[in-house]
C-alpha cells in the first residue's frame, strides 16, 4: 500500500509541473518587450494588472510607498484551484509555482525589486493573499 501511495502523490505533482512550464513561459514571454518602472505605481500596474492581469477589484492595496507595495489578492486564482482539487497545501504549491515565476518577473522589470509572500496569509486559510515588494538599494 505504501507503493502506491507514493505513486499517488507522485503523479500529483503532474499538473503541478505542467502549471510551472506553463506560467514560466508566459512570464518569460512577457519579459520579452522591455517593462521598466519609475515607482511603485507602475510596479502595481505593471505586475498586478498587465501581468497577472487581475481586476482592480480583486486587488486591495494595504500600502503604497516610494519603497514599498503591499497587497491582498481575492482574484478567482488557478493555482489556488488546482491546489483544492489535488487536495494539497496553497503554502507549497504558491511556492513551487507562482513565487519563482513573479520574482523573475519583478526583477527583469527592476533587479532591485524583492517579492515576499506572506505564507501565514494565504487562501485557503485566510480570506486572500497577502504580497509585499519592495524596492531595494543595492
Not at 44 to 67: C, G, H, P, R, S
Not at 113 to 126: A, S
Request: with cysteine; hydrophobic share 40%.
Amino acid at each position: 500500500m505504501g507503493l502506491f501511495k507514493w505513486l499517488i502523490n507522485g503523479l500529483k505533482h503532474v499538473p503541478l509541473l505542467i502549471g510551472l512550464l506553463v506560467f514560466y513561459s508566459y512570464g518569460f514571454l512577457w519579459t520579452i518587450k522591455p517593462r521598466r518602472v519609475k515607482d511603485m505605481n507602475d510596479v502595481l500596474k505593471l505586475f498586478y494588472y498587465d501581468f497577472l492581469k487581475l481586476e482592480k477589484e480583486y486587488v486591495e492595496v494595504v500600502k503604497l510607498l516610494d519603497k514599498e507595495l503591499v497587497t491582498i489578492s481575492r482574484n478567482p486564482c488557478p493555482i489556488l484551484k488546482l491546489t483544492l482539487m489535488l487536495g494539497l497545501d496553497t503554502r507549497y504549491t504558491c511556492k513551487l509555482i507562482s513565487e519563482r515565476v513573479c520574482r523573475f518577473v519583478l526583477k527583469r522589470m527592476d533587479p532591485r525589486l524583492v517579492f515576499e509572500r506572506n505564507y501565514e496569509y494565504i487562501r485557503p486559510y485566510k480570506d486572500g493573499c497577502l504580497e509585499r515588494i519592495q524596492l531595494r538599494n543595492n
